[in-house]
């Protein structure tokens, strides 16, 4: 269905796009570090346990729909997030999504007719199949290859960290999807 949908997609038939949120804390994600001999790299973190957390709309094209949210994410903020999405749509629109409580939740399923409406056609990807949703891709890109030492320093430093990747991502910050 999805290289279907791609297919469709490249004919100008319809839109795809793809899904998720991710939470980013100051802990960082940094797997290791080049360093000289003798010399050890440190990265303060902090014992603050707060999130930021972004939900976004992803295409293969690097259009990106991001949402920054310095609260809990419940099924109400994914509904909203949905809502402002669907009311700007330019076409058909397939968008991609794990099976995540919150995204199967009564309230978000009770909105969906709404939403087909206007254009927009949920899609549930199998159960654990992160690798089909490429906005995974983005979030691994931003944590572990984009994000500067510095964004760990407070909370402000990593929001304002998140905000200048997503404005600058499909620019500054591409992501190269297999277009087959």
Same mark, same amino acid.
């Given at each position: 269905?999805? +290289?279907?949908?791609?297919?469709? *997609?490249? +004919?100008?038939?319809?839109? @795809? ?15 290791? =570090?080049?360093? !000289?001999?003798?010399?050890?790299? *440190? @990265? ?6 707060? /999130?930021?957390? @972004? ?5 293969? +094209?690097? =259009? ?5 949210? *310095? ?22 629109? $397939?968008?991609?999504?794990?099976? =995540? ?5 009564? =309230?978000?399923?009770?909105? &969906? !007719?709404?939403?087909?409406? /206007? ?8 159960? $654990?199949? !992160? *690798?089909?949703?490429? &906005? ?7 944590? $572990? ?16 960290? &998140? ?10 910050? !591409? ?6």
């Amino acid at each position: 269905m999805i +290289h279907h949908l791609h297919t469709r *997609e490249m +004919h100008g038939e319809c839109d @795809v796009w793809y899904f998720d949120a991710s939470g980013f804390c100051l802990t960082p994600s940094i797997p290791y =570090a080049w360093q !000289p001999i003798g010399s050890v790299i *440190e @990265v303060p973190t902090s014992a603050h346990n707060k /999130r930021i957390n @972004v939900l976004g709309f992803l295409t293969r +094209h690097n =259009a990106l729909f991001p949402y920054v949210i *310095e609260g809990r994410v419940d099924t109400d903020v994914v509904i909203e997030c949905f809502e402002q999405f669907s009311q700007h749509l330019q076409k058909r629109s $397939y968008v991609f999504l794990d099976n =995540a409580s919150i995204q199967k939740s009564r =309230a978000f399923i009770q909105h &969906i !007719p709404q939403w087909v409406k /206007r254009g927009l056609i949920i899609k549930y990807l199998p159960p $654990y199949s !992160p *690798e089909l949703n490429l &906005i995974e891709i983005l979030w691994r890109f931003m944590k $572990y290859y984009w994000m500067p030492f510095s964004a760990y320093i407070s909370l402000q430093c990593l929001l304002q960290s &998140i905000e200048d990747i997503l404005q600058r991502f499909g620019t500054e910050y !591409p992501i190269a999807f297999d277009m087959k």
